[in-house]
């Protein structure tokens, strides 16, 4: 089975999105950074436009992965991707369904009985490909409960002051990860730390 690997973009000052959950200063490198297009598919497609050393790192990543794992707040956000995230079936840890949910021909689904539950069912669905996880919340709790393998997090050239941090809450600190991979795209640095276990 594949690994669990937390996918994140971050501002240098560590936030993910600002205090009204806005996104858009930490993801401009996806847009404007370099020539290099990259379509992402899925339900509610978009074109990427980056450095070539930034698509190498994309492509690399979303190559390896077969599912996603998400919370309620990030799938709110992103709008529930139209029905279908581009990097495969979307599983959503939530206390509730919301409402007009699930939906025809969607590979949105949603877990109510618990994280481990949720991780179990995206790993199922990835197969041998790894599952990749989206939102601070959601990150936080599988690094608490020791399930993360790796850590994959796009540093954008930005500094938000305030906001959604990504390392906020954890338990069993300090934690040592691995080594990291390191590529430096326009406007970013592409960083990815595998997760030591105890």
Not at 33 to 52: A, K, L, Q
Not at 58 to 83: D, K, N, P, Y
Not at 147 to 171: N, P, Q
Request: proline share 5%; glycine share 14%.
């Amino acid at each position: 089975m594949g690994q669990l690997v937390a996918i994140m973009s971050m501002s240098v000052d560590g936030y993910v999105a600002d205090p009204d959950d806005g996104v858009a200063e930490v993801f401009d490198w996806y847009f404007g950074s370099g020539d290099v297009e990259i379509h992402t598919g899925g339900s509610d497609p978009m074109t990427f436009r980056v450095s070539e050393a930034s698509a190498e790192h994309i492509r690399g990543l979303a190559s390896g992965l077969g599912a996603v794992l998400t919370g309620r707040r990030t799938f709110e956000v992103a709008q529930g991707w139209g029905g279908n995230h581009a990097w495969g079936p979307a599983f959503v840890l939530t206390h509730h369904v919301p409402a007009g949910w699930p939906r025809p021909d969607s590979t949105v689904h949603f877990v109510t009985d618990g994280l481990e539950s949720a991780v179990a069912q995206a790993k199922a669905a990835a197969g041998e490909k790894s599952v990749g996880v989206h939102g601070a919340d959601t990150i936080q709790q599988c690094l608490n409960a020791g399930l993360l393998d790796e850590i994959s997090v796009d540093v954008a050239a930005v500094l938000l002051g305030s906001g959604v941090r990504l390392f906020d809450h954890l338990v069993g600190t300090p934690s040592i990860l691995g080594n990291p991979t390191v590529s430096h795209g326009v406007g970013v640095t592409h960083l990815r730390y595998p997760v030591r276990t105890a």
